[in-house]
């Protein structure tokens, strides 16, 4: 009898981190339900990999975040749900804010990761077993670490204790073995961050690119045991447990 395929479920899978993220998952012969909001670029990555199921999803609509799921489900069991869309206009300082670009933004970034997590805790918890990894930000560690983007640092650190939160809930569940992680990465070479970059263009050389920042998650999904925090820093490409 054929082994199963893990099942991952990839929230912004259509660029950045959540692209590289599905592809390497794909690659290593998961099945990947690959949600994202643009249909073109989900139906592009699913044309080169039959491994890829494309599910086009808005995460700030929770009838489709509990649609993707039950996609994912309908193929067995979830061994993994990655959450990887934020968004963010670079700004120098906190006067700078655009208060309506932040509320927009809070839709995605509170809103729309909170729906994630609100969904996965309850598979998670009904399962006792899968991994959930967050991307989260250094930014959601400390206020200070994208000089004069605060307001980004605040959804971030909202989307980092959201992350542990459940890890907190699903601890208390006897005979758990599902996790949850945070996942802070430094800077990121993704199109998110092109305008900042333009402006400091000295800091590039600090980045790591989508892919490597792929592989870690890879690495807390494949094994959790080794990784017994929930809170993780991107260290350059080293993963450093934080909490």
Known sequence: MAKRQKVAVVFGASE?????????????????????????????????????????????????????FEKALGLGEISAIITTPSTYVHSTSLE???LNRFRK????????????????????????????V?????GGLNGWVLAGNGAYSFDKSGQ???AEALHRELSEIEGNKARSYALCPGLVLTGLVEQRLIQNPHERQNGITAEEAAEAVTALIERPSKYDGFIYRLEGVKLVKHI
Not at 21 to 49: G, H, P, Y
Not at 134 to 138: Q, W
């Open 16 to 68: 950045g981190i959540g692209r590289a993220t599905a592809l390497l998952f794909a690659q290593m012969q998961w099945q990947v339900i690959a949600c994202a909001r643009s249909a073109d670029k989900l139906e592009e990555m699913r044309a080169k990999n039959t491994n890829i199921v494309a599910v086009p999803t808005d995460i700030t609509v929770e009838k489709q975040v509990a649609a993707a």
């Open 134 to 138: 967050l991307l989260s930000s250094l």
């Open 96 to 98: 700078q804010i655009d």
């Open 105 to 132: 933004d809070g839709e995605l970034n509170r809103i729309g990761v909170a729906t994630v997590v609100k969904h996965a805790a309850g598979i998670l918890k009904s399962q006792r077993s899968g991994v959930f």
């Open 160 to 162: 980092t204790a959201l």
